[in-house]
């Protein structure tokens, strides 16, 4: 063997617990397939158009020579203060979008640079179980610990222990990351969640990461329950937002991390080490989403369009063991309950059903139980044979 491939085949330690997510090979599979009748169900897209004035902004902001351009690194002043008084309006707080706010490069981007910016190796970073696998693999790759705390489904949805939540957090902990809804089980946390950990993260000292993606994409019709909210975990919560979800903005790539001053200047730092900036020509874009008057009633209407899908797949279901999401852009179905892997039953169902459908090996310990069906990207006329197809496939 050449040194170039012995090269080749290591792998640096930090990636030994990181594996893939399984999205990009099922989506591979389903866009090599080429058939106009499979079900994409495997990827977290969604046909719903984002804001008009967002188009149209951008379509600006190609002919604009600011917009193309690193500068300001911390992202345009139009774009953070968009983004501090859209969190601070939800969390009933004011954040200073000169020394509280910076831009990044999708949420995820901004999960990485946070976690990079309070954790030292080996700490611990608490997280729901199952949870998506790019929240765990950033944690791993930090060079954190995660730290589970099971989320347990029951007939009305996924339900999370507000008392075992906070037993979770010790003397180790960096941070709780939470995602409300989280992605994918669209299980919820709030108030409870908040009051049972505030005691423990004054008295460690760790943050509230919270990932606020998806928070007003919501079944109940309630408003977002945010933990800066709460008067304990406000000077402790760091907030991450993102285009992506609720407005539709998959493609631009921006991002917000909203927080106390006295930790964004090292998250800031962080992101002129890593991404350095985010895209020049969506920031406008995004902040006119952002501060749109409709903005509210958009989500709104688009979270509707998303729960008709989510409840049509339940009724098809209904005789698989599904747990309905109480929000979010995706629900599990139980495969161990069914006598399958979540692999033997996503390969089943692609030849057989023609449904590309995401199992959870990697997302979290319980998550090669469940396999994911994104409802975000497929129209309900689509869904009207999804009982069928999976009697063709499963039984």
Known sequence: MSEIEEVADMSVSRLAHIPGIGVDEIGDAADAAADPDLLRLENLDTDLRPPQVAVEVTHH????????????????AALREAAASHVGRISGRRYDPATECVSVAGGLNGVLNVLLAISEPGQEVVIADPIYAGLINRIRLAGAIPRHVPCTATPSGWETDPAELAAAIGPNTAAVLAMSPAMPTGGLLGRPHWDAIAQAVAAHGCWVVYDAAMERIRFDGQPPD??????????RTITIGSASKELRMIGWRVGWVVGPAEIMSDISLVGMANVVCQVGISQQAVAAALNAPDADGDVAAATRIWQQRSDRILRELSDYPCIPPRGGWSLLIDTAALGLSATQASQRLFRRGRIAATPMDGWGPRGANYLRLVFANEPIERLTDLRERFQAALG
């Open 226 to 235: 945010h933990p800066a909210s709460h008067p304990g975990l406000a000077p």
């Open 61 to 76: 902001a190609i002919e604009d020579d600011d917009a193309n351009s690193y500068l300001p690194f911390q992202g345009h």
